[in-house]
Nanobody, 113 residues
Framework: QLQLVESGGGLVQPGGSLRLSCAAS????????MGWFRQAPGKEREGVLC????????TYADSVKGRFTTSRDNAKKVVYLQMNSLKPEDTAAYIC??????WGQGTQVTVSS
């Protein structure tokens, strides 16, 4: 069964950090670029970053550059999103995407004091 499952979300104070994971099953991860998106209530889904199939190339949205990083372990079929210096405006459901086609259900990140 093809499935993407995000985890690691939660409530964090401004300036804090979280590490999200996206676990894939039913896929050979090596062949696919992966992306992280986010969607806040009442807002459109926006791209946060993407990482190439090998992990050698990454692209970040300006809003997260210098604060978020991503990595992947193709053998474990997991993609990670390390979020540092979190801001209230980072509050959203974070959703991973595989190959531009498959979506996970998302994990909620809330940044609030």
């Amino acid at each position: 069964q093809l499935q993407l499952v995000e985890s690691g979300g939660g409530l964090v104070q401004p300036g804090g950090s979280l590490r999200l994971s996206c676990a894939a099953s039913g896929f050979t991860l090596d062949y696919f670029a992966m992306g992280w998106f986010r969607q806040a209530p009442g807002k459109e889904r926006e791209g946060v970053l993407c990482i190439s199939s090998s992990g050698s190339s990454t692209t970040y949205a300006d809003s997260v550059k210098g604060r978020f990083t991503t990595s992947r372990d193709n053998a474990k079929k997991v993609v990670y999103l390390q979020m540092n210096s979190l801001k209230p405006e980072d509050t959203a459901a974070y959703i991973c995407n595989l190959g531009g086609t498959y979506w996970g259900q998302g994990t909620q990140v809330t940044v609030s004091s």
